[in-house]
């Protein structure tokens, strides 16, 4: 990519380092949260969906400062994991931890959703066959759901490559550390002259975002056919 600067580049290949990573963390995750907000009945259960659903609501600035005061070296999970060499606060690390929990609700709401679709009377079939709910949920839930965990992870990459606010309260925006593309480009906005380069990662920005939803629509649709049996 000749025509990007290699500070236009080193933001690019962090934003998807950062929204690779985050995605593939948060995936396990989404698909326990929301197997149990779609199929059990608890007390909290309201509770727990405001949680998951918060960052959407909240500014991203006041979910970037409440990380840096719970994963922050002074924080009381930071301080703890800074013992171990672990270390989130102004690292790309900590910029994958951020985006990680804005695109959350995407993906939990995304495979939620398909699992509701699924007939229940399919896992309890077997499930009177002495299947354990962990096998019932490997070998007939997930394979249903399957385009719906897709295109959740695919939307939850995208919304990770989009964020800026809770990322840049958290980590700061140090060029080639944790200077994604939206932080980038406010950067660039900030200098007489740079439009050009801001204009530029804004088209990669759209391209990347295009791609991911379109890409999201097919293999989501095709999955689904798959499962059909069509």
């Known amino acids: 990519m000749d025509w990007l600067s290699p500070q236009e580049w ?3 290949a962090l934003s998807l380092r950062v929204s690779f990573w985050a995605t593939l963390f948060s995936l396990p995750l989404a698909i326990f949260v929301a197997h149990v907000l779609a199929r059990r009945e608890f007390l909290g259960k309201q509770l727990l ?3 998951v659903h918060l960052p959407l609501i909240l500014p991203p600035v006041v979910t970037g400062y409440l990380l840096l005061l719970t994963f922050g070296t002074r924080g009381p999970i930071g301080g703890l994991l800074e013992q171990v060499g672990i270390v989130f606060a102004f690292r790309w ?10 695109a959350f609700p995407l993906m939990v709401r995304a495979i939620r959703l398909s699992i509701e679709a699924v007939d229940p009377k399919l896992e309890q079939a077997s499930a009177t066959l002495g299947a354990s709910r962990f096998w019932v949920f490997a070998t007939v839930t997930l394979p249903l759901i399957l385009p719906g965990v897709i295109a959740g992870a695919i939307l939850a990459f995208a919304k990770a490559m989009g ?4 990322t840049i309260t958290f980590v700061s925006n ?4 944790t200077q994604t593309l939206p932080t980038a480009i406010y950067a660039f906005l900030q200098v007489p002259g740079a439009e050009n380069s801001a204009i530029r990662l804004v088209v990669i920005s759209i391209v990347i975002a295009m791609s991911a939803l379109i ?16």
């Open 10 to 12: 080193s933001a690019v």
């Open 49 to 51: 969906n405001g949680i």
């Open 93 to 102: 690390e900590g910029a994958a931890l951020a985006a990680g929990i804005m």
């Open 163 to 166: 964020e800026f606010g809770a």
């Open 174 to 177: 140090i060029p080639g550390q």
């Open 215 to 230: 890409l999201s629509e097919v293999i989501a649709k095709r999955l689904a056919l798959r499962v059909a049996g069509r």
